[in-house]
């Protein structure tokens, strides 16, 4: 059973950074593409960024691009979202999640996401 933990979450004022940890158990978690989405209250769970498995390859959505910044460490079986210069628009439960594919344009759908992380709260105060 693959567990994904994330960690890091929390109250933030605009403007202010954030980074997010994401744990996971799978052995071979070297050979995943790891992404990141988030769920506001009363809005559909939104892609946020993704990064291949060689850590070569990053996809962000157009909302944080320039802003959040997606990595992993793979020794630690670690991924990370480093967030910058916070909106209140990005108040949300943060996600990470695992896939197989290898296509970047596909990293934006959540079906194409095998295991998922129980969330993190970040909250942004104006």
């Known amino acids: 059973q693959v567990r994904l933990v994330e960690s890091g979450g929390g109250l933030v004022q605009a403007g202010g950074s954030l980074r997010l940890s994401c744990d996971s158990t799978?052995?071979?978690?070297?050979?995943?593409?790891m992404g990141w989405f988030r769920q506001a209250p009363g809005k559909d769970n939104e892609f946020v960024a993704a990064?291949?498995?060689?850590?070569?390859?990053?996809n962000y959505a157009d909302s944080v691009k320039g802003r959040f910044t997606i990595s992993r460490d793979d020794a630690k079986k670690m991924v990370y979202l480093q967030m910058n210069s916070l909106k209140p628009e990005d108040t949300a439960v943060y996600y990470c999640?695992?896939?197989?594919?290898?296509?970047?344009?596909?990293?934006?759908?959540?079906?194409?996401?095998?295991?998922w992380g129980q969330g993190t709260q970040v909250t942004v105060s104006s």
């Open positions: 999640a695992s896939t197989r594919s290898v296509l970047p344009r596909l990293w934006v759908l959540s079906e194409e996401y095998e295991y």
């Open positions: 799978r052995r071979t978690f070297g050979s995943y593409a």
């Open positions: 990064v291949s498995w060689s850590g070569g390859s990053t």
